[in-house]
T-cell receptor, first 116, second 111 residues
């Protein structure tokens, strides 16, 4: 399976600021996704990061709030904009590899965000 | 609407006490059902993929089974290190790679 890293691993931010989270994979992947996991909750898909084109957002998530980039097959960023305390969550990157288990998502370690 | 329901929400076991976790799902054509393990403060760790009713997969003390409406994760003689949240998820055959997750079962195994 792919080795996935996220930066930062955690951060504490002030209300109204923005934070960009990076996801780096050690091999080329077909699909990359961003999830949110609020305290005590399960995973909610934010968007699919499309390489070279605009991300595909799920209902309830918009590009102005969560802009996403994916410049190549191994890297993506998620920005949480104009943050409020309700954005405090764990943000997770997941990928689908190009070889091997090509129908399975593997997850990064997550970024724990606290907004004050 | 595609949906995944896991039960129980939490399960406390003594070391060596076998049990099962349940995952009920509703999906418009199942592409795959997935089990993950998640430790506190970490991302989910992939365990199994099941594709069709009757399929079973095993890994150490864990065995996953699948029917047309449910999946079970059987834990045989659990150890304290098996304590974690176990997540079930499904992909619909018509939904691309969109994956619907259940809320999880928090397992506590006491020595």
């Amino acid at each position: 399976s792919a080795v996935i890293s996220q930066k930062p691993s955690r951060d504490i931010c002030q209300r109204g600021t923005s934070l960009t989270i990076q996801c780096q994979v050690d091999s080329q992947v077909t699909m990359m996704f961003w999830y949110r996991q609020q305290p005590g909750q399960s995973l909610t898909l934010i968007a699919t990061a499309n390489q070279g084109s605009e991300a595909t957002y799920e209902s309830g998530f918009v590009i102005d709030k969560f802009p996403i980039s994916r410049p190549n097959l191994t890297f993506s960023t998620l920005t949480v904009s104009n943050m409020s305390p309700e954005d405090s969550s764990i943000y997770l990157c997941s990928v689908v590899p190009r070889t091997g288990a090509t129908d399975t998502q593997y997850f990064g370690p997550g970024t724990r965000l606290t907004v004050l | 609407e595609d949906q995944v329901t896991q039960s129980p929400e939490a399960l406390r076991l003594q070391e060596g006490e076998s049990s099962s976790l349940n995952c009920s799902y509703t999906v418009s054509g199942l592409r795959g059902l997935f089990w993950y393990r998640q430790d506190p403060g970490k991302g989910p760790e992939f365990l199994f993929t099941l594709y069709s009713a009757g399929e079973e997969k095993e890994k150490e003390r864990l065995k996953a089974t699948l029917t047309k409406k449910e999946s079970f994760l059987h834990i045989t003689a659990p150890k304290p290190e098996d304590s974690a949240t176990y997540l079930c998820a499904v992909q619909a055959s018509t939904g691309g790679f969109k994956t619907i997750f259940g809320a999880g079962t928090r397992l506590f195994v006491k020595a």
